[in-house]
C-alpha cells in the first residue's frame, strides 16, 4: 500500500501540474503525484513521481489517449524543491504505458509538426544513393497483430525524382519474433527494383533497432508493442533529464 502524501509532496505535485498544463494544448484529464517529505527534499531525494493523464495535446495536433508514468526514486535540487519547482539534478528512470488511437497516429502524421521535420532518408544502391523523402503516410490498424501503411514518396535516383505510392502490411516485432513484412505494393508510379526494396527494407530494419530516441528532455526505447483494433499500446522505458517536458524535436540516437 503506498504511503499517505505529505504536504510537502502535496505541493510539489500541484506545482508540478500547473507546470505540465502550461505546456499542454488540451488535457481531458491529468494527476500527477510527488512522494517526498521536508527532510528528503532537504537532502535532495523524492521517492518516486507518478504520472497518469487522458487526451493530452501538445503542438495543437500531437495527442495521446492515455499515460501513466512512474519513476524511480529521484534527485532533485533542494533549493528548487523549497521554492514549488522540481528540478532534476541527476537524470530519472521512468516506465510508462502509452495508448494512441489510429485518429491521434493519423493526426500526428498530418501535422504542421510532423511536416516541419522533413522526413527523408538514404539508402546505398549498389554504391548508388538513393533518397527517400516522404509525402504522405497514413497508418491503419485493422487488428490481428497488423499495421498498414499507405502513403507516398519522392524517390531521387541517378539524377531523377520521381513519385511513388504504396501499400504495406507489417507485423511489429515481439519478444519471439522480429519485424516482419506481410506485403509491400506500388500502388502508383513505376515500383521499385528488388535491389532498392532490399535496401529499403535494410534501412527500416536500422531505424527500428535504434537503441533509444530523443525527445526534448527525455530519451527513450520502446519495450513493448501491443496491438487492437483501432489503438496502439506502448510500454516505453525512459530516462529523463528534467519535468516538465516541453515540445522540441523527436529524433533518433
Given at each position: 500500500?503506498?504511503?499517505?502524501?505529505?504536504?510537502?509532496?502535496?505541493?510539489?505535485?500541484?506545482?508540478?501540474?500547473?507546470?505540465?498544463?502550461?505546456?499542454?494544448?488540451?488535457?481531458?484529464?491529468?494527476?500527477?503525484?510527488?512522494?517526498?517529505?521536508?527532510?528528503?527534499?532537504?537532502?535532495?531525494?523524492?521517492?518516486?513521481?507518478?504520472?497518469?493523464?487522458?487526451?493530452?495535446?501538445?503542438?495543437?495536433?500531437?495527442?495521446?489517449?492515455?499515460?501513466?508514468?512512474?519513476?524511480?526514486?529521484?534527485?532533485?535540487?533542494?533549493?528548487?524543491?523549497?521554492?514549488?519547482?522540481?528540478?532534476?539534478?541527476?537524470?530519472?528512470?521512468?516506465?510508462?504505458?502509452?495508448?494512441?488511437?489510429?485518429?491521434?497516429?493519423?493526426?500526428?502524421?498530418?501535422?504542421?509538426?510532423?511536416?516541419?521535420?522533413?522526413?527523408?532518408?538514404?539508402?546505398?544502391?549498389?554504391?548508388?544513393?538513393?533518397?527517400?523523402?516522404?509525402?504522405?503516410?497514413?497508418?491503419?490498424?485493422?487488428?490481428?497483430?497488423?499495421?498498414?501503411?499507405?502513403?507516398?514518396?519522392?524517390?531521387?535516383?541517378?539524377?531523377?525524382?520521381?513519385?511513388?505510392?504504396?501499400?504495406?502490411?507489417?507485423?511489429?516485432?515481439?519478444?519471439?519474433?522480429?519485424?516482419?513484412?506481410?506485403?509491400?505494393?506500388?500502388?502508383?508510379?513505376?515500383?521499385?527494383?528488388?535491389?532498392?526494396?532490399?535496401?529499403?527494407?535494410?534501412?527500416?530494419?536500422?531505424?527500428?533497432?535504434?537503441?533509444?530516441?530523443?525527445?526534448?528532455?527525455?530519451?527513450?526505447?520502446?519495450?513493448?508493442?501491443?496491438?487492437?483494433?483501432?489503438?496502439?499500446?506502448?510500454l516505453v522505458e525512459a530516462y529523463?533529464?528534467?519535468?516538465?517536458?516541453?515540445?522540441?524535436?523527436?529524433?533518433?540516437?
Amino acid at each position: 500500500m503506498r504511503d499517505e502524501q505529505s504536504l510537502e509532496g502535496k505541493l510539489l505535485s500541484q506545482e508540478a501540474k500547473r507546470r505540465v498544463l502550461h505546456e499542454l494544448d488540451e488535457v481531458e484529464q491529468i494527476d500527477i503525484e510527488v512522494q517526498t517529505d521536508v527532510l528528503k527534499i532537504v537532502q535532495g531525494q523524492a521517492n518516486a513521481v507518478s504520472v497518469s493523464g487522458q487526451g493530452l495535446v501538445i503542438r495543437e495536433d500531437i495527442r495521446v489517449q492515455e499515460i501513466k508514468l512512474q519513476t524511480d526514486s529521484i534527485a532533485i535540487n533542494p533549493l528548487s524543491a523549497l521554492l514549488g519547482q522540481i528540478k532534476l539534478d541527476e537524470p530519472v528512470k521512468a516506465l510508462a504505458r502509452i495508448i494512441l488511437t489510429e485518429t491521434d497516429i493519423n493526426r500526428t502524421l498530418s501535422s504542421d509538426f510532423t511536416r516541419s521535420l522533413g522526413i527523408n532518408f538514404d539508402v546505398n544502391v549498389d554504391g548508388e544513393i538513393v533518397n527517400f523523402e516522404s509525402q504522405k503516410i497514413q497508418v491503419f490498424l485493422p487488428g490481428d497483430d497488423q499495421i498498414e501503411f499507405r502513403g507516398k514518396l519522392l524517390l531521387k535516383e541517378k539524377g531523377n525524382t520521381r513519385s511513388l505510392a504504396y501499400q504495406a502490411i507489417v507485423h511489429p516485432r515481439t519478444s519471439s519474433q522480429p519485424l516482419m513484412l506481410e506485403s509491400f505494393n506500388c500502388t502508383e508510379g513505376q515500383g521499385m527494383s528488388i535491389e532498392l526494396i532490399v535496401a529499403l527494407m535494410q534501412k527500416v530494419k536500422e531505424l527500428v533497432n535504434q537503441p533509444y530516441f530523443e525527445w526534448d528532455e527525455m530519451k527513450f526505447s520502446v519495450k513493448n508493442l501491443e496491438l487492437e483494433k483501432g489503438s496502439l499500446t506502448l510500454l516505453v522505458e525512459a530516462y529523463v533529464r528534467q519535468i516538465p517536458l516541453s515540445s522540441n524535436v523527436l529524433s533518433p540516437e
